[in-house]
């Protein structure tokens, strides 16, 4: 389930666009993969961020992983809520649990980004290698 | 990770049941492992509240018999078998001869000979360990892992379930005891152990006849909550137990005596190997101790630091994860001896910066094993 509004990365994370302002999250793929979400270190409002740059980690029981964010610009605004939840990214990872909004520095950035085919396309091909 | 291709790990008989129920697996000490069926936190919370069935085929049991096997096994493991009945098992260990874990086993005492049963990351070190300390003429020594099955049923649910295949009561059968008789018709060994802290059972049967039996098990015990449980959630119940895992928090590099494990080791027994150097340790007093921690954020992984409230470092994490019962990150790690006691604040070195954390007392959370009633107290005690 990738949805069709929503741009994609390699490293599994999404991007809502409007305007200048970019929510970003982990894929539904990326959650299952993870498993049970137990643990998710914010970046700070203020924070900048380069395009495929670590920007957070979501630590599942058995895995620690880094977020890259999916485009350069400033941190605006971050979802508090997954310190106390962090099992909302399994439960809603395109809704509750977005992890952070970025404004925007270079909107250029976003064409380098996956459309919802080509990521679907991209995580079936890593799934056929995969177990 | 483990340094093999999927193609050269062994597969336990259960392989297949695995496959059919939506396993995910992992390599572990040579196996290719169920980790997960639906997820580690509800298989977890599973089995403590209702009963969870694993699949340890992988561990390996070693059969020890003939005149010279008691004597043999009192020079080779720290416990007394001189205090262990026909139908007791206890826990145990090998040790090297500067005091470090070979392998923490447990120990069955059958009417003829022994059972020990050894993590299935150390069937060939053991084995070759085992077989270099002369055995002699009068012991027979026999490998049955491959051709042995192990099948866990653990949680409160599990005597109701494991009541349903057994062939007799297993209302006297108390935790670290077990029989010789059948499960769902065919010859078991069944004991009241396991590495969850819940009350459980374990059952070992030949490897042929263990798919039919965990499928009647999950078939009896679905109507009570029963889930098959993988090697992730197994991970987290032994650890909320503060149970050590071998390859982690029991090294050949670490005693029993850094390890907590105190009582596992009977130096009065007389001679084992491992013994004279356990007595200079404890004359000398340890310099570093398994202690129990509650990290403030982030979670505690294998190899991360521990810092002393000054900053110095103080030790290493050996296992370490989210409680799903606590719903707090808790760990085990080696500590410097003054800083292991419970209150104490120090530091988890995670992604470059010192989380807070505050040394424990362990278990994390309390055991429900099934312990015989308590004797009543003598008049005027």
């Given at each position: 389930m990738y949805p069709k509004e929503l741009k994609y990365?390699?490293?599994?994370?999404?991007?809502?666009?409007?305007?200048?302002?970019?929510?970003?999250?982990?894929?539904?793929?990326?959650?299952?993969?993870?498993?049970?979400?137990?643990?998710?270190?914010?970046?700070?409002?203020?924070?900048?961020?380069?395009?495929?740059?670590?920007?957070?980690?979501?630590?599942?029981?058995?895995?620690?992983?880094?977020?890259?964010?999916?485009?350069?610009?400033?941190?605006?605004?971050?979802?508090?809520?997954?310190?106390?939840?962090?099992?909302?990214?399994?439960?809603?990872?395109?809704?509750?649990?977005?992890?952070?909004?970025?404004?925007?520095?270079?909107?250029?950035?976003?064409?380098?980004?996956?459309s919802a085919d080509?990521y679907a396309?991209?995580?079936?091909?890593?799934?056929?290698?995969?177990? | 990770?483990?340094?093999?291709?999927?193609?050269?790990?062994?597969?336990?008989?259960?392989?297949?049941?695995?496959?059919?129920?939506?396993?995910?697996?992992?390599?572990?000490?040579?196996?290719?492992?169920?980790?997960?069926?639906?997820?580690?936190?509800?298989?977890?919370?599973?089995?403590?509240?209702?009963?969870?069935?694993?699949?340890?085929?992988?561990?390996?049991?070693?059969?020890?018999?003939?005149?010279?096997?008691?004597?043999?096994?009192?020079?080779?493991?720290?416990?007394?078998?001189?205090?262990?009945?026909?139908?007791?098992?206890?826990?145990?260990?090998?040790?090297?001869?500067?005091?470090?874990?070979?392998?923490?086993?447990?120990?069955?005492?059958?009417?003829?000979?022994?059972?020990?049963?050894?993590?299935?990351?150390?069937?060939?070190?053991?084995?070759?360990?085992?077989?270099?300390?002369?055995?002699?003429?009068?012991?027979?020594?026999?490998?049955?892992?491959?051709?042995?099955?192990?099948?866990?049923?653990?949680?409160?649910?599990?005597?109701?379930?494991?009541?349903?295949?057994?062939?007799?009561?297993?209302?006297?059968?108390?935790?670290?005891?077990?029989?010789?008789?059948?499960?769902?018709?065919?010859?078991?060994?069944?004991?009241?152990?396991?590495?969850?802290?819940?009350?459980?059972?374990?059952?070992?049967?030949?490897?042929?006849?263990?798919?039919?039996?965990?499928?009647?098990?999950?078939?009896?015990?679905?109507?009570?909550?029963?889930?098959?449980?993988?090697?992730?959630?197994?991970?987290?119940?032994?650890?909320?137990?503060?149970?050590?895992?071998?390859?982690?928090?029991?090294?050949?590099?670490?005693?029993?005596?850094?390890?907590?494990?105190?009582?596992?080791?009977?130096?009065?027994?007389?001679?084992?190997?491992?013994?004279?150097?356990?007595?200079?340790?404890?004359?000398?007093?340890?310099?570093?101790?398994?202690?129990?921690?509650?990290?403030?954020?982030?979670?505690?992984?294998?190899?991360?630091?521990?810092?002393?409230?000054?900053?110095?470092?103080?030790?290493?994490?050996?296992?370490?994860?989210?409680?799903?019962?606590?719903?707090?990150?808790?760990?085990?790690?080696?500590?410097?001896?003054?800083?292991?006691?419970?209150?104490?604040?120090?530091?988890?070195?995670?992604?470059?910066?010192?989380?807070?954390?505050?040394?424990?007392?362990?278990?994390?959370?309390?055991?429900?094993?099934?312990?015989?009633?308590?004797?009543?107290?003598?008049?005027?005690?």
């Amino acid at each position: 389930m990738y949805p069709k509004e929503l741009k994609y990365t390699r490293e599994h994370e999404w991007v809502r666009v409007s305007g200048k302002r970019a929510i970003v999250g982990i894929t539904d793929h990326a959650q299952k993969e993870l498993g049970d979400v137990v643990f998710v270190e914010l970046p700070a409002v203020g924070d900048t961020t380069t395009q495929g740059g670590e920007f957070a980690v979501v630590e599942s029981v058995k895995a620690v992983s880094e977020v890259y964010a999916p485009v350069s610009g400033t941190v605006v605004e971050v979802n508090e809520n997954l310190s106390d939840h962090p099992e909302t990214i399994n439960q809603d990872p395109y809704g509750d649990g977005w992890i952070a909004v970025i404004e925007l520095s270079d909107p250029g950035e976003l064409d380098n980004l996956l459309s919802a085919d080509d990521y679907a396309a991209f995580v079936g091909g890593e799934e056929g290698g995969g177990r | 990770m483990e340094n093999q291709t999927r193609e050269a790990l062994k597969r336990t008989p259960l392989h297949a049941e695995h496959q059919a129920l939506g396993a995910r697996f992992t390599a572990f000490g040579g196996w290719e492992m169920p980790v997960q069926y639906t997820g580690i936190v509800a298989e977890h919370v599973a089995t403590r509240e209702k009963a969870g069935l694993f699949d340890l085929s992988h561990m390996g049991e070693f059969f020890v018999e003939g005149p010279g096997a008691e004597a043999f096994l009192q020079r080779l493991t720290t416990n007394d078998l001189g205090r262990l009945a026909v139908g007791q098992a206890h826990y145990s260990m090998l040790l090297n001869p500067s005091g470090g874990v070979v392998d923490d086993i447990v120990v069955y005492r059958r009417t003829r000979g022994f059972m020990v049963v050894v993590n299935g990351a150390n069937v060939t070190k053991d084995w070759t360990w085992v077989a270099a300390q002369g055995p002699g003429p009068g012991v027979e020594l026999r490998d049955a892992t491959l051709e042995t099955a192990l099948i866990a049923v653990q949680g409160p649910k599990a005597a109701d379930i494991v009541a349903q295949v057994a062939d007799q009561s297993l209302g006297e059968l108390y935790y670290y005891r077990f029989v010789e008789g059948k499960a769902d018709g065919v010859p078991a060994i069944i004991a009241r152990t396991g590495y969850t802290g819940e009350d459980g059972f374990e059952l070992y049967v030949a490897a042929a006849e263990a798919p039919r039996l965990w499928r009647r098990l999950l078939a009896v015990g679905e109507p009570l909550g029963l889930v098959p449980v993988g090697l992730g959630a197994r991970d987290t119940l032994r650890l909320e137990m503060a149970y050590p895992l071998y390859g982690n928090d029991l090294t050949d590099e670490t005693t029993p005596l850094e390890a907590g494990l105190n009582w596992v080791v009977k130096l009065e027994k007389g001679e084992f190997i491992g013994r004279e150097a356990l007595l200079k340790q404890q004359a000398e007093g340890v310099k570093r101790k398994l202690a129990g921690f509650v990290v403030e954020g982030g979670v505690a992984r294998h190899g991360y630091g521990l810092k002393a409230p000054d900053g110095a470092a103080a030790g290493e994490v050996t296992s370490g994860s989210f409680s799903p019962t606590l719903g707090r990150n808790i760990g085990l790690g080696y500590l410097r001896a003054d800083l292991a006691a419970e209150g104490q604040e120090i530091g988890v070195e995670i992604r470059g910066k010192a989380v807070p954390a505050k040394v424990v007392r362990t278990p994390f959370v309390p055991a429900r094993t099934c312990k015989p009633p308590k004797q009543p107290a003598a008049p005027g005690a």
